[in-house]
């Protein structure tokens, strides 16, 4: 695969991904086109001969999936694994969110995850995620929703009326960030600004273009964020950076699917993206959870098995790294501060914040040589507190050998981040040589 494509091929997947239910789709969609067979973990998998080649995805709350192609003992061989996670920060719609306040329209939002708010004001911003509703039946079922078209917006205050704003400019998550929906009619009634009866409509529509499904009757719940309607764009005089929103870490997703898809198939490889990295990965769906450990241990006969297979395998945690920032550069370490298009980063902590070690590390820089792809270094500075990510997790719920890298990215946990354009490119060339 060519470069050029790589990119866009990234930029149409964030797009089509505003929300972790959405990527999950996306990705779902792109695994069943490359002849990839849905497992439910409801029913009795019968996996008989996975030494032939199977194909398989399996996928959790919606938002998180697994996907792993099997061709050659597990005991012997072990799988290669690579993981990501789905969500970013965001703002999400509150249980009760109608406020009516000057005559205008808002919803209440909660924060997700380590957002940084500032970005927030004044952009286009559009909601989508999963909706639960009681259809005509009585039974419940679930609609993912995307309202596509920019529905609301977070007003600056002006500096007029705030003349310290460009000094100290803290952000009330409380007060601040509500979304602006409307102006409400002269003389509206409480129904005009039912949330609730405008999804009603919405879920119908959707349903309404698959005519099999029985319509929705009432709402019961939804998880709904807003998102940034601008497009990802390639931006810089020589076009050298990426500019979009989630590329924390929807661009590693991309990759290690693209990877996934490309191989040479002769391999055991396991890709799997999880949701509620941002939050901790405490949940049924989240790398702490059981998820990953449930899908592998119903590849093993038993528990010795399981542990056998896993001291031959490999994960590498993909997630995007701190890349240095020329306004800010004294925020790195100097002798580790990542350039973006100069390659993928190895993360590394002495107090284990990355799982990183000196064994997983040596491989994956081998893996760079071998493809051909440049790889960098990164220490947090001494003196500061260090991120973390699902590596660390992945290798203490399974005890399997893990590095942890990420392209360089600036702006991250921005409503719309810079990464390099060229970085993906060469972080799914490695992976790509990984499961070859
Ligand atoms: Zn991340």
Same mark, same amino acid.
């Given at each position: 695969?060519?470069?050029?494509?790589?990119?866009?091929?990234?930029?149409? @997947?964030?797009?089509?991904?505003?929300?972790?239910?959405?990527?999950?789709?996306?990705?779902?969609?792109?695994?069943?086109?490359?002849?990839?067979?849905?497992?439910?973990?409801?029913?009795?998998?019968?996996?008989?001969?996975?030494?032939?080649?199977?194909?398989?995805?399996?996928?959790?709350?919606?938002?998180?999936?697994?996907?792993?192609?099997?061709?050659?003992?597990?005991?012997?061989?072990?799988?290669?694994?690579?993981?990501?996670?789905?969500?970013?920060?965001?703002?999400?719609?509150?249980?009760?969110?109608?406020?009516?306040?000057?005559?205008?329209?808002?919803?209440?939002?909660?924060?997700?995850?380590?957002?940084?708010?500032?970005?927030?004001?004044?952009?286009?911003?559009?909601?989508?995620?999963?909706?639960?509703?009681?259809?005509?039946?009585?039974?419940?079922?679930?609609?993912?929703?995307?309202?596509?078209?920019?529905?609301?917006?977070?007003?600056?205050?002006?500096?007029?009326?705030?003349?310290?704003?460009?000094?100290?400019?803290?952000?009330?998550?409380?007060?601040?960030?509500?979304?602006?929906?409307?102006?409400?009619?002269?003389?509206?009634?409480?129904?005009?600004?039912?949330?609730?009866?405008?999804?009603?409509?919405?879920?119908?529509?959707?349903?309404?273009?698959?005519?099999?499904?029985?319509?929705?009757?009432?709402?019961?719940?939804?998880?709904?964020?807003?998102?940034?309607?601008?497009?990802?764009?390639?931006?810089?005089?020589?076009?050298?950076?990426?500019?979009?929103?989630?590329?924390?870490?929807?661009?590693?997703?991309?990759?290690?699917?693209?990877?996934?898809?490309?191989?040479?198939?002769?391999?055991?490889?396991?890709?799997?993206?999880?949701?509620?990295?941002?939050?901790?990965?405490?949940?049924?769906?989240?790398?702490?959870?059981?998820?990953?450990?449930?899908?592998?241990?119903?590849?093993?006969?038993?528990?010795?098995?399981?542990?056998?297979?896993?001291?031959?395998?490999?994960?590498?945690?993909?997630?995007?790294?701190?890349?240095?920032?020329?306004? @800010?550069?004294?925020?790195?370490?100097?002798?580790?501060?990542?350039?973006?298009?100069?390659?993928?980063?190895?993360?590394?902590?002495?107090?284990?914040?990355?799982?990183?070690?000196?064994?997983?590390?040596?491989?994956?820089?081998?893996?760079?040589?071998?493809?051909?792809?440049?790889?960098?270094?990164?220490?947090?500075?001494?003196?500061?507190?260090?991120?973390?990510?699902?590596?660390?997790?992945?290798?203490?719920?399974?005890?399997?050998?893990?590095?942890?890298?990420?392209?360089?990215?600036?702006?991250?946990?921005?409503?719309?981040?810079?990464?390099?354009?060229?970085?993906?490119?060469?972080?799914?060339?490695?992976?790509?040589?990984?499961?070859?």
């Amino acid at each position: 695969m060519q470069d050029e494509n790589f990119v866009n091929g990234l930029m149409a @997947f964030i797009k089509k991904s505003p929300t972790p239910f959405h990527a999950v789709q996306t990705m779902a969609d792109l695994l069943e086109s490359a002849g990839f067979q849905r497992l439910y973990e409801i029913d009795q998998w019968s996996l008989s001969e996975p030494q032939s080649g199977g194909r398989y995805y399996v996928i959790r709350n919606d938002s998180s999936i697994i996907a792993f192609h099997l061709n050659q003992s597990l005991l012997e061989n072990g799988i290669r694994m690579v993981g990501a996670h789905t969500d970013s920060p965001c703002l999400q719609v509150k249980p009760n969110p109608e406020i009516i306040n000057n005559h205008y329209l808002q919803l209440g939002v909660e924060v997700y995850g380590g957002a940084l708010l500032n970005p927030w004001f004044d952009r286009d911003l559009s909601l989508a995620g999963r909706v639960s509703y009681l259809n005509e039946d009585g039974q419940i079922d679930h609609q993912l929703i995307d309202f596509e078209k920019a529905i609301a917006c977070i007003p600056s205050l002006a500096i007029h009326l705030d003349k310290e704003a460009n000094d100290n400019h803290a952000v009330n998550k409380q007060q601040h960030i509500v979304p602006v929906l409307m102006k409400l009619p002269e003389n509206s009634i409480e129904q005009d600004a039912d949330f609730k009866k405008l999804l009603l409509s919405i879920v119908n529509t959707e349903l309404e273009k698959n005519t099999s499904i029985s319509n929705a009757a009432k709402i019961l719940d939804y998880e709904l964020s807003f998102y940034d309607v601008q497009p990802p764009a390639v931006v810089g005089l020589h076009d050298d950076f990426v500019a979009s929103a989630r590329l924390d870490n929807l661009l590693s997703c991309y990759t290690g699917l693209m990877a996934m898809l490309d191989n040479d198939g002769k391999q055991n490889t396991l890709l799997v993206c999880s949701d509620h990295e941002e939050v901790g990965s405490v949940s049924a769906a989240g790398a702490r959870g059981p998820f990953l450990r449930s899908v592998v241990s119903r590849l093993c006969e038993s528990e010795e098995e399981v542990s056998r297979m896993m001291a031959c395998s490999l994960m590498i945690s993909a997630d995007n790294a701190h890349a240095v920032h020329p306004n @800010f550069a004294d925020k790195h370490d100097d002798n580790h501060g990542p350039i973006m298009n100069d390659g993928p980063v190895i993360k590394v902590n002495a107090n284990q914040r990355y799982a990183s070690n000196s064994e997983t590390a040596a491989m994956f820089r081998h893996l760079c040589e071998l493809a051909d792809v440049p790889v960098q270094s990164f220490v947090v500075r001494s003196d500061m507190a260090c991120g973390s990510t699902i590596g660390p997790i992945t290798a203490s719920e399974l005890g399997v050998r893990t590095v942890d890298v990420g392209v360089p990215t600036l702006a991250m946990h921005s409503i719309r981040e810079l990464a390099g354009r060229w970085d993906a490119y060469y972080l799914y060339r490695v992976l790509k040589q990984y499961f070859d």
